[in-house]
């Protein structure tokens, strides 16, 4: 059983905003920021999959012409090695959706691997 959520750009756009000027201006529960964490983690490996599939691969300097060459991102590395500032967008990306949800009433089941 799949359940698909369509969110407004716009609001999804407020809640990651306001996480990112002030991470204490959408608080979650403990239960639901490791969630977030865990979401932001999976998103960053799905990403780095989806850049891979497209012949990326690991480089100092962003190269999105492969006419200039290899396809590089310096960003393909693992979700621990990323800077801080990137992992902050991502956990705020990731708790911006699930406030949304929380929001909405909706509840939450943690799934380990």
Not at 56 to 83: H, R
Not at 95 to 111: H, P, T
Request: with cysteine; glycine share 4%.
């Amino acid at each position: 059983m799949s359940i698909i959520f369509k969110f407004n750009e716009q609001t999804a756009k407020k809640y990651a905003e306001k996480v990112l000027r002030k991470p204490t201006a959408v608080e979650l529960e403990p239960r639901l920021q490791l969630i977030a964490e865990q979401q932001a983690r999976a998103s960053h490996e799905g990403w780095m999959a989806g850049k891979m599939a497209k012949g990326y691969v690991y480089g100092p300097e962003t190269n999105d012409d492969a006419s200039q060459g290899q396809l590089t991102n310096p960003l393909l590395v693992p979700y621990d090695e990323l800077p801080d500032d990137v992992k902050a967008s991502n956990i705020a990306n990731a708790v911006a959706v699930i406030a949304i949800l929380r929001d909405k009433a909706c509840s939450f089941v943690n799934f380990t691997r």
